[in-house]
């Protein structure tokens, strides 16, 4: 199913990432063959693993959310961020909501809007709590039931609208892709809940959502579902530090 797959790749993805590219900083250049003759203790002092781990920190950055894997709305979207210290950052993003990959039947539109807290911890991981608000809407048909004619829409076309709020946790890192480490790769992956509000729009009075087999369809149901529901909020997000490093 689309959406377990999902989320197996986006973890597969940055397991792969944290142990290919985050166990080191940005490669420095070896030092001049003809300084190699020279005794180990004539060397130029060579910079600590440790220095070679610290991402550069600013205090604004800007964030470009290209594509949501997880979620059935692919988010596309840019923010920006303030840095209060080198722990503490606070940001904020806003998303166009898109159906790039996500099989549904019709065009969807929507907005999101992210808020978040992020501290960071040693080796760029980071600990996030985010706050989010959703709206998305796409056009759709069903079966409607009149429970006083019994009467039947089959096949009845609608326009589904969806709205919901919800907070979140997550876990992520950030990477260097840049030699002066100014632009950044962030992956993140984490868990939260939302309360949704799902309505119909252009029903007839009277009718009444027929709704669905027995049969449980993943997609569908958690689409539809009303009230409040677990989401996975992982992303991908490049990062550019503007300005000043923080001392």
């Known amino acids: 199913m689309p959406l377990i797959k999902r989320t197996l790749f986006l973890a597969s993805a940055l397991l792969f990432f944290n142990q290919a590219i985050g166990q080191s900083g940005p490669p420095q250049p070896p030092l001049p063959s003809w300084l190699s003759w020279l005794p180990h203790h004539h060397l130029p002092p060579q910079p600590s693993r440790t220095s070679l781990e610290e991402l550069p920190a600013s205090r604004w950055i ?25 722990k503490i ?9 898109r159906n790039v990959l996500y099989p549904y039947e019709s065009h969807l ?12 911890l040693p080796r760029n991981f980071f600990l996030a709590a985010e706050l989010r608000y959703k709206h998305y809407s796409y056009r759709d048909n069903t079966d409607f039931f009149d429970p006083v004619t019994h009467d039947t829409l089959s096949h009845y076309g609608y326009l589904s609208r969806h709205l919901f709020v919800g907070a979140a946790v997550q876990y992520g890192r950030r990477y260097f892709i840049s030699k002066d480490g100014r632009f950044q790769l962030e992956l993140t992956i984490g868990f939260g809940l939302k309360d949704k509000i799902f309505d119909k729009v252009g029903v007839p009075g009277g009718y009444g959502y027929l709704g669905y087999s027995n049969d449980f369809d993943l997609e569908r149901n958690v689409i539809e579902y009303r009230g409040i529901i677990p989401y996975l909020p992982c992303s991908v997000r490049f990062v550019y530090n503007l300005g000043k490093r923080l001392n």
């Open 62 to 86: 800007l964030t470009l959310n290209p594509l949501g894997l997880l979620e059935p709305e692919e988010a596309i979207g840019a923010g920006i961020g303030y840095r209060l210290n080198k």
């Open 109 to 120: 539109t929507g907005i999101r809007q992210v808020l978040q807290v992020k501290r960071f």
């Open 89 to 97: 950052e606070i940001g904020s993003e806003t998303s166009l909501l």
